[in-house]
């Protein structure tokens, strides 16, 4: 279903005030990797609005590898983020990590994002596939294509079709970046399947002075959007402070994304 073979024209996913992510358009969504506090959500709220940024992503509950990392304020720190977005006209990007969050999350989110950890996680794919709410996929860590696409299928066969595929890089032998993004993924996504592609240069590079580079070699590639992690003081960020962009990166990406879209 999530193939071109069944349905040939791309989907658009509509997130209601014309914020959209479709083929022919470039999303941005930027945040920090987790909420921290109030005042950290009201400073990037701040920076997103000065660039015309409309969608915000940020995790409440974190993945972490280490159990004793910042883990994440949780539900609280999520209605406490919607109600400063819903203020400043910002959707709400964030990751569901498990079944029961689900409903909880509901009211407040605008995009699940589904974690490269989680890509497989076959119950949570089957339960966001009864949600009448958009869901954004993540590659798995060692995923293929193919996995990726299977994935989508158990979400849009439960009957949701507000689907988006996100390239978030992948494990291979190459220790010299985090992970290695695969831009090969982008134009063979959007060969294969209706759904629109994102690509995640912070996760998939895992440096900071190179995901600028990487943003726009994801919107050469095809992307329709892309996603990526902005905090105004990244070295004191709880999370992926090494991979993540301050102000004054991120508005300057924010602005070269849509001129090389305009280019493409
Ligand atoms: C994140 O977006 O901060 C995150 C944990 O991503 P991934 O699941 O791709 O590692
Ligand atoms: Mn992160």
């Known amino acids: 279903l999530v193939s071109k073979k069944w349905k040939v024209a791309p989907t658009t996913i509509d997130l209601g005030d014309g914020v959209c992510i479709k083929d022919g358009d470039m999303a941005v969504i930027a945040g920090p990797c987790s909420i921290e506090s109030e005042e950290q959500i009201r400073k990037v709220i701040n920076h997103l609005k000065e660039n015309n940024i409309k969608m915000m992503r940020g995790g409440v509950f974190k993945p972490r590898s280490s159990p004793y990392a910042f883990r994440g304020l949780g539900l609280d720190g999520l209605k406490l983020w919607y109600e400063l977005a819903q203020e400043a006209g910002i959707k709400i990007v964030t990751e569901v990590m498990q ?36 869901v954004m996929i993540k590659r798995g860590i060692s995923g293929t294509i193919e996995e990726l696409l299977q994935s989508a299928e158990y979400v849009f066969s439960g009957g949701n079709e507000k689907l988006i595929l996100c390239e ?26 209706h759904l629109p592609v994102i690509v995640d240069p912070s996760h998939g590079i895992g440096l900071r002075e190179y995901v600028t580079q990487m943003a726009l070699a994801g919107v050469m590639a095809g992307a329709d959007g892309i996603i990526y992690e902005t905090h105004e003081i990244p070295e004191k960020a709880y999370s992926d402070g090494q991979q993540t962009l301050d102000f004054t990166q991120s508005g300057m990406l924010a602005d070269w994304i849509r001129r090389t879209f305009e280019m493409r």
């Open 99 to 134: 079944v029961s969050q689900i409903e909880e999350m509901y009211p407040y989110v605008d995009i699940y994002q589904v974690g490269a950890r989680n890509t497989q996680n076959f119950n949570l794919l089957d339960e966001l596939g009864k949600v009448d709410k958009a």
């Open 168 to 193: 978030r890089g992948i494990r291979t032998y190459e220790r010299a970046s985090r992970n290695t993004l695969d831009l090969n993924a982008v134009p063979i996504l959007k060969a294969k399947s």
